[in-house]
């Protein structure tokens, strides 16, 4: 990893336990230090705040959480105490709108001629007074980083000059140091095992997996093993009693204790949003079906190792998996290709450097 040469802060809203990875391999590659703002997320998102090691220095956001759902909008009150105290040189922050203290974080670093760049998704397809404000509020940023191809297009299309954006897909594990567990060409039990590892909520959309488990013909339906928590755990363990009841839900887990499920699975499935689990799935060799969201996958699975499928659809789910658990060793074959992405391509180490990249540039304008 290349160094990155500043005192660097990241403003983030919350700080959740996938993300402490990445922060802490940034640490790292940052001598003079970097900088941690985030607070707590709101009561009902059940996201507990991790805990960084000591490598990154963590300043606790006081987070006022402003009405909800599209009208969300967040209020970090002191978040010029953070500034002020630890001096840095560059300042990275989410680049959404809806977190209303970011612009005055950004005019207090141009006042004293010190970068910032915005760490974001893309920008929404507009025109007329949308497309006005975000073009307006894209010009408070020195640079862009965005995670994939679709949210550089997005950022070009509202004018930002392309040499300001830089692609760091989006990644939760770092280059995997051991080859994945060797897989039969047969399912080891007899079925395939289907494995979900992430938040349970409505957006994840596992009760749209549980259905098109039952349609497929009784051959191919798989065993389904579910992993996380959430505020839909209960709805989906009483859906699947009379739905579906070849599934297992693990509860939460974390980090190592996920390996041994990872192993044990044939295909990883994400039927909605979100979900870095997918990177950990196809470091451990599995092929991946992943519901085609906001872009930001689309650099990640491909038709050689992966499916995108229509998020909330049943029949498209259905039609998917009952083509490739009927074919085990191509499956196989797609594994291999998940794990060549992940361990040349897309991870940890890779993502950093791209960030080392978007701070050289801005320090050199």
């Avoid at 998102?45 to 220095?57: K, L």
């Avoid at 809806?98 to 025109?127: C, E, F, H, N, Q």
Wanted: charged share 20%; with cysteine; aromatic share 10%.
């Amino acid at each position: 990893m290349s160094e990155i040469p500043a005192r660097l802060g990241l403003m983030q809203r919350v700080l959740p336990e996938y993300r402490l990875p990445f922060f802490e391999m940034l640490a790292a590659a940052c001598p003079q230090g970097l900088s941690l703002f985030s607070g707590d997320a709101r009561p009902e998102e059940s996201i507990q705040p991790a805990q960084p090691s000591p490598s990154v220095h963590h300043f606790q956001a006081n987070n006022q959480h402003l009405l909800s759902g599209r009208f969300y909008a967040l209020r970090q009150k002191n978040w010029r105490e953070w500034l002020q105290s630890w001096n840095l040189q560059v300042l990275i922050q989410e680049a959404n709108p809806r977190y209303l203290t970011s612009p005055a974080a950004a005019r207090w670093m141009r006042r004293k001629d010190r970068p910032v760049i915005g760490w974001g998704l893309g920008a929404p397809a507009g025109s007329g007074m949308m497309r006005s404000f975000w073009r307006a509020y894209l010009r408070q940023f020195d640079a862009l980083i965005t995670y994939s191809r679709t949210g550089f297009e997005q950022y070009r299309q509202m004018g930002v000059d392309p040499r300001e954006i830089f692609i760091a897909p989006n990644a939760a594990a770092p280059k995997p140091q051991q080859p994945p567990a060797p897989r039969p060409d047969h399912y080891a039990e007899g079925r395939a095992v289907l494995l979900f590892v992430g938040r349970l909520q409505a957006r994840k959309r596992v009760d749209v997996l549980l259905q098109a488990c039952a349609a497929l013909p009784d051959a191919l339906q798989p065993e389904l093993w579910i992993v996380g928590d959430g505020p839909e755990k209960q709805n989906l363990e009483t859906q699947a009693q009379t739905l579906y009841p070849r599934v297992c839900f693990y509860g939460g887990k974390f980090g190592n204790e996920l390996t041994p499920l990872f192993q044990a699975a044939d295909v990883f499935v994400l039927p909605g949003t979100g979900g870095l689990a997918v990177q950990q799935a196809m470091s451990h060799g599995l092929p991946v079906i992943v519901g085609e969201a906001d872009g930001t996958q689309a650099d990640l699975v491909r038709p050689e190792n992966g499916v995108l499928v229509q998020p909330g659809s049943v029949d498209s789910l259905r039609a998917t998996l009952e083509d490739l658990l009927s074919q085990p060793q191509r499956l196989r074959r797609m594994g291999d290709q998940s794990y060549r992405i992940v361990s040349e391509e897309i991870n940890l180490e890779n993502m950093v450097d791209v960030f080392s990249q978007a701070v050289r540039f801005v320090l050199e304008r």
